[in-house]
């Protein structure tokens, strides 16, 4: 089977990550399961496009042929112009189950639950148990945007952690087009502002740190959660259900947060989770003070969360295209499993 990607970019974290690992990672997975990607669209037989809904755009000149979009939702409100870019897709496919249910209830068009991965290869435990060093190291990784939490983490960290330079550090991993590629620090926080590739990922940020703290607003999927899980690494996460898939319940340190209604350019109003900074910081310190029955949870996930792999979503993809465009027979070797 012939696809093309329509534009298909790299970029890292914090900078459009989700999007860009799902889109380089599967069209590989897809490559091995025997898709070939062609220059240009008119050579393919499908498209493929991941991206937001709302930027979903049919290709001049192969308007006939079956676009594909890969997409996710992180709220349960639906603006219109992702409704609008739904109903322009032949096949949705996404990350999540509770995205799935989401986006059904906003298009006719046919939804399909993939998952998403990590290379069990690479995003594994240590080969040391992490070592019970001060200070103590927290974990941020993402955009640094609203949505991922940044501010409430900062708010937090200035809170109740700043003072205790000599006890805990606070790891922020990011990028953006404009930055430098360095490291910087200021007093105990740390801002990673490299490029950097999956291995160095996993061994130089995901290995050295005690914790994992992400207070998101709403997550699809929560690709690098599921990293960070996938290494063992305890975490203290907002409980949002994009993530249960792969975060089993009680495996990690979740906190409530309260709904935060904001309005979308189109006038629609869309829920998120706000986590208070006192919640927060009491979340951290009991992972911190009882850190054996925290490391031992995450330990008893990553199996769980390494099960999701780049192969297991590109066979489920596979899956749903020749069940849902009609392709049965032209896939030898398809479970029909979407």
């Known amino acids: ?26 069209a590989h997975a897809l490559t091995a399961r025997g898709w070939e990607w062609t220059g ?5 037989e499908v498209v493929w496009q991941a991206c937001q809904a709302s ?30 870019g739904l109903d322009r897709a032949d096949l949705i496919l996404t990350p999540s189950s509770w995205s799935r249910g989401v986006l059904m209830s906003a298009t006719e068009k046919p939804v399909a639950m993939i998952g998403c991965g990590v290379d069990p290869d690479v995003f594994k435990p240590p080969p040391v148990p992490r070592p019970r060093t001060l200070p103590f190291r927290w974990l941020w990784v993402g955009a640094p945007n609203f949505r991922k939490g940044l501010d ?3 708010m937090t960290w200035n809170g109740a952690f700043a003072a205790h330079g000599d006890k805990v550090e606070l790891y922020l991993k990011t990028s953006h087009g404009s930055r430098p590629e360095q490291i910087e620090r200021e007093q105990n926080v740390i801002t990673d502002w490299r ?11 995901y290995w050295p ?15 690098v959660a599921h990293e960070a899980l996938a290494t063992a690494l305890p975490a203290v996460m907002t409980d949002v259900p994009g993530m249960r ?3 089993a319940p009680g495996t990690f340190t979740s906190v409530k947060g309260r709904p935060v209604r904001t309005e979308t350019s189109d006038g629609t109003i869309v829920t998120s989770s706000w986590v208070d900074p006192p919640v927060l910081a009491e979340a951290m310190r009991l992972v911190m003070a ?12 990553a199996d769980n969360a390494r099960r999701w792999t780049w192969e297991r979503t590109a066979e489920r993809a596979d899956a749903a295209c020749a069940l849902r465009l009609g392709l049965v027979g032209t896939r030898p070797g398809v479970s029909l499993v979407a």
């Open 245 to 247: 898939d792969f975060a």
């Open 40 to 44: 240009g669209a008119t050579d393919a």
């Open 152 to 154: 409430v983490l900062m």
């Open 290 to 301: 009882r850190y054996p029955e925290a490391a031992a949870a995450a330990d008893s996930n």
């Open 1 to 26: 089977m012939r696809g093309f990607w329509h534009d298909r970019g790299i970029a890292h974290v914090g900078n459009g990550y989700g999007y860009a690992t799902m889109t380089a990672a599967l």
């Open 55 to 84: 930027a979903m755009e049919r290709v001049p000149g192969a308007e006939h042929l079956p676009h594909v979009l890969v997409t996710m939702t992180e709220t349960e409100e639906v603006p219109s112009d992702t409704r609008r």
């Open 195 to 205: 490029r950097l590739s999956t291995e160095q990922l996993v061994s130089e940020i």
């Open 209 to 223: 740190a005690h914790g994992f703290v992400l207070p998101t607003g709403g997550e699809g999927w929560g690709l």
